[in-house]
Structures are given as structure tokens and as C-alpha cells.
């Protein structure tokens, strides 16, 4: 007679356990990253919208009678998106940034804060007249 021969498809377990286990440390080494990548997307929200901030106020500056820079003690948020009407400069409803701007000496500061990440760690960032970002606090790192 002749022997049946069966062919075996198919994976094993431990094949299986191998895959998930590869799967598993490609994902520990990718999240992170996504994570950093995705909070450097939103720090984007800020670094626009200090340097719309530092043009508006050059503007406002040249256009005042007094020679004077634009200050608040409001701060502009997605709750408070008109702190800034003064500059001309709305801030979207799903910002995720505070910002300020305040008189430092003859001079003025544009400050945006947020957690972008929920760790208690803040996201700050700074520009003046000078018209350079600066980042004081980065939550993409922390």
C-alpha cells in the first residue's frame, strides 16, 4: 500500500512566538520616536505663531504714535482666541499653546507654554525683538 503522504502547512507555535517577539521590539524602538515626532509637529503651532507675534509687533510698533510695543496682561489661548486682536493675530480653537506677551525693560517678550505630552513637563518657548526662538523647556526631550 502505498504510505499517505500528509504535507504539513502552516506555522508552528514557536515560529509564531519568534514573529510576535521581533514585532514587539520593533515597536518598543519605534513608539518613542513616533511619540517625540508627533510633539516636534506641534511645537510647529508655536514657533508660527511667536514669529507672527514678532512681525505684528514690529507693525504695531511702527504704526503707534508713541513708538510703542503692543502688551497685554491677557493671555492668548483656544478659550481666549482674541487676547491679540490688537495685532491682528487670532489663535485657532484647537490651539494647544498659551501665549503672553510681556514689557521686558524697552522691550517685549512673546512667551508660548504647553504640555504637549501630559508629564508634567512644560513646553516653552520665547521670542523678542530680536526675532530668534527660543526654547527654554522642551517637553519632545523631557
Request: charged fraction near 15%; charge should be negative; aromatic fraction near 8%.
Amino acid at each position: 500500500m502505498f504510505g499517505r503522504m500528509s504535507s504539513k502547512r502552516g506555522f508552528t507555535l514557536i515560529e509564531l512566538m519568534i514573529v510576535v517577539v521581533i514585532i514587539g521590539i520593533l515597536a518598543a524602538l519605534a513608539l518613542p520616536r513616533f511619540f517625540q515626532s508627533t510633539i516636534r509637529t506641534r511645537q510647529s503651532e508655536a514657533k508660527l505663531v511667536l514669529k507672527q507675534i514678532c512681525t505684528s509687533q514690529m507693525l504695531y510698533r511702527a504704526e503707534s504714535p508713541t513708538n510703542s510695543y503692543f502688551t497685554t496682561g491677557a493671555t492668548a489661548s483656544a478659550a481666549n482666541p482674541d487676547a491679540f486682536a490688537d495685532l491682528d493675530i487670532q489663535i485657532a480653537p484647537n490651539a494647544e499653546y498659551s501665549y503672553t506677551v510681556a514689557l521686558v525693560g524697552a522691550n517685549w517678550q512673546a512667551t508660548a507654554r504647553a504640555n504637549l505630552d501630559s508629564d508634567g513637563t512644560e513646553d516653552v518657548w520665547t521670542i523678542d525683538q530680536t526675532g530668534i526662538l527660543n526654547c527654554t523647556s522642551n517637553d519632545a526631550t523631557s
